[in-house]
């Protein structure tokens, strides 16, 4: 895989939501993914990155530099996957980890608000961001790259309810769960996962925020409290959502 491919070096701490995960996985494992800030409570991940325990890394912008990150210790228990996440297709390929302490928000620490708006309509002026793999290697990205994507039509994006994108620029390994920002600042979608068409040409798909089923869940998802989040069994092993790196 490649990077947050095709990117550049973000301003750091322009994204003051975004959020690096490190999970413990099965055998010693250690996997890597991104999340999003959405209170001083939760963070939004892709339900495929789910873990035996999760690292959190809040206002990071340089791995080589922790000066002033917030470290969370997360446990398994404390992740919610989305009801209806199919590990299978990666459909409803979303999970919120509950803090175990609150996030002390500041100028690097932010909460990102989520899209409401589904008219039907694409957004416009997209950017991804991420720690993961880049073009020029597979391990991660020391610092926070970021890149504009163009969201396209298809059918399978139309048919699982995500947005995606075309072409060899993109979500690489490890920055899956970071969030797609569209227009207005607000987060529309999850990264999830990457798609090879028969040509050998890439779709990257992006969990859709705005869709109905969640507009249900919406002021639960902003509630501290976990009980009203549901819980689901999901298995830990999952080939098809490739977008978190080992
Ligand atoms: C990314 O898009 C924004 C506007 O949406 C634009 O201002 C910026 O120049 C673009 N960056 C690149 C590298 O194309």
């Known amino acids: 895989g490649h990077a ?20 413990n996985r099965p055998g010693g494992r250690i996997g890597q993914c991104a999340g999003f800030l959405l209170s001083e409570d939760f963070v939004m991940t ?35 996957p989305m009801k209806g996440y199919n590990p299978v297709d990666c459909r409803n ?26 008219d039907g309509s694409l957004p416009k002026a997209c950017v991804i961001s991420g720690w993961g793999s880049t073009e020029n290697s597979k391990y991660m990205s020391v610092k926070l790259l ?23 620029r993109g ?3 490890g920055d899956a769960g970071g969030p797609l920002v569209c227009e207005d600042g607000k987060a529309y979608g999850v990264i999830s996962a990457s798609t090879m068409n028969p040509d050998g040409s890439k779709i990257q798909s992006y969990k859709k925020i705005p869709d109905h089923s969640i507009k249900e869940h919406k002021g639960k998802l902003h509630s501290p409290t976990t009980d009203t989040v549901t819980i689901i069994p999901v298995s830990k092993e999952h080939h098809i959502c490739v977008r978190d790196a080992d």
């Not at 390929?93 to 589904?118: F, G, H």
């Open 4 to 23: 947050i491919i095709g990117g550049h070096e973000a301003v750091p701490h322009s994204r003051p939501y975004m959020v690096l995960l490190l999970m």
């Open 46 to 80: 892709a339900a495929h990155c789910q873990a035996e325990s999760y690292k959190v890394f809040l206002g990071l912008h340089n791995y080589h530099d922790q000066n002033g990150v917030q470290h969370v210790n997360v446990p398994g228990r404390n992740a919610f």
């Open 93 to 118: 390929d979303m999970m919120l980890l509950k803090l175990s302490t609150k996030a002390e928000l500041n100028d690097k620490v932010k909460p990102i608000a989520l899209a409401d708006r589904d």
């Open 146 to 168: 970021e890149l504009n994507v163009t969201l396209t039509d298809n059918e399978l994006c139309a048919n699982t309810n995500m947005y995606c994108s075309e072409g060899e």
């Open 171 to 173: 979500p690489g390994q």
